[in-house]
T-cell receptor, first 113, second 112 residues
Framework: DQQVKQNSPSLSVQEGRISILNCDYT??????FLWYKKYPAEGPTFLIS?????DKNEDGRFTVFLNKSAKHLSLHIVPSQPGDSAVYFC????????????FGDGTTLTVKP | NAGVTQTPKFQVLKTGQSMTLQCAQD?????MYWYRQDPGMGLRLIYY???????DKGEVPNGYNVSRLNKREFSLRLESAAPSQTSVYFC???????????FGPGTRLTVL
């Protein structure tokens, strides 16, 4: 059973608008969540993270929200830029097993000029 | 500062052949990881090494072996390749297991 799910395989947004990428998890032991961005033919790069003791973390245009009761997190990108077009992966891990990250299947974001 | 490097970039094997994927990092990181990514899927952890001298299984270790050769290098070996191991393999490293992971560019492996 997939423990981290990104139910939207793709998302298309107009430049300047908000992009919202969603992620759900089932394992209540997860207490640290990360978002990675991946361009074609490159490795993923870390974007932003959030600990379960917080419900929001912001870094420039990127904000991650965590709703622990719903086991749901989202990544907001405002304003979206064409260079943000990439695959975004949500990942989760637990403090008791910090070496093991579980990834979702990714959402392909396309930002149209 | 090259970060995480992987060799080779591409490889085609026949079923039953063996090969070793190489990974090296120059960031003095303690922890290193091997993932695979199949089309349309996320990354799945094969093995990781929390520190030099230790290795642990990840989510999908069957059919693979690893060696943490020294602090810089972490290799992944396929003893008898199978078509199901066709994938893109990513190596990553982090200062410790709780820190941000930095990924290499990947090795695209095809097993015929």
């Amino acid at each position: 059973d997939q423990q981290v799910k990104q139910n939207s395989p793709s998302l298309s947004v107009q430049e300047g608008r908000i992009s919202i990428l969603n992620c759900d998890y089932t394992n209540s032991m997860f207490d640290y969540f990360l978002w990675y961005k991946k361009y074609p033919a490159e490795g993923p790069t870390f974007l932003i993270s959030i600990s379960s003791i917080k419900d929001k973390n912001e870094d420039g245009r990127f904000t991650v929200f965590l709703n622990k009761s719903a086991k749901h997190l989202s990544l907001h990108i405002v304003p979206s830029q064409p260079g943000d077009s990439a695959v975004y992966f949500c990942a989760a891990k637990s403090n008791t097993n910090a070496g093991k990250s579980t990834f979702g299947d990714g959402t392909t974001l396309t930002v149209k000029p | 500062n090259a970060g995480v490097t992987q060799t080779p970039k591409f490889q085609v094997l026949k079923t039953g052949q063996s090969m070793t994927l190489q990974c090296a990092q120059d960031m003095n990181h303690n922890s290193m990881y091997w993932y695979r990514q199949d089309p349309g899927m996320g990354l799945r952890l094969i093995y990781y090494s929390a520190s030099e001298g230790t290795t642990d299984k990840g989510e999908v270790p069957n059919g693979y072996n690893v060696s943490r050769l020294n602090k810089r290098e972490f290799s992944l070996r396929l003893e008898s390749a199978a078509p199901s191991q066709t994938s893109v393999y990513f190596c990553a490293s982090s200062r410790t297991v709780t820190d941000t992971q930095y990924f290499g560019p990947g090795t695209r492996l095809t097993v015929l």
